[in-house]
């Protein structure tokens, strides 16, 4: 297998990979959005092993730019792309601007939902200082001294019940 086959290789699986990886995010937004705890922990388990392979590919694809004298980044791949045949180089270039551009989706997606996460974290953190009595965002009221401050304490609502 030439150097252009095994980096073609690579790249095809890692797109494949990359797929997937998209697939699990956005089952993961949904499980999110509809507070599906269960689905959402197989969905973080189902995104460990892509990850993991992820990596792995990217490596497989450093080695095969340093086996014949490329650097093992963007720009080591763009040269060694643009030593390739037309047929071959356009194969490639379409395959990177592909994985690029599903990379770029699944950053996307995974931003989203850590911010779902972020909020319900904020919403919860809230709920959990109400039931202590200790309403943190309150910043309007005076200490039993007359100072002002925003660590009031009263009777926690779990406490009343």
């Not at 850590?114 to 202590?132: C, E, K, P, W």
């Amino acid at each position: 297998m030439t150097p252009c086959q095994q980096l073609l290789s690579v790249l095809q699986t890692e797109h494949k990979t990359v797929k997937s990886l998209l697939t699990v995010l956005n089952e993961e937004r949904e499980a999110l959005v509809q507070s599906n705890v269960e689905l959402m922990e197989q969905r973080t388990a189902d995104k460990q092993p892509l990850i993991i392979q992820l990596e792995q590919l990217s490596r497989q694809r450093e080695a095969v730019l340093q086996s014949v004298g490329f650097p093992n980044d963007k720009s080591g791949l763009q040269a060694f792309i643009d030593n390739q045949p037309p047929t071959e180089a356009t194969k490639l270039t379409q395959l990177t601007a592909a994985i690029k551009q599903v990379a770029a989706a699944c950053q996307e997606h995974n931003q989203i939902n850590g911010g779902i996460v972020n909020v319900n974290r904020q919403y919860l953190h809230r709920a959990m200082s109400i039931l202590r009595g200790r309403d943190e965002l309150d910043v309007t009221a005076y200490g039993p001294g007359g100072e002002y401050t925003n660590q009031i304490v009263r009777q926690p609502l779990i406490g009343r019940v």
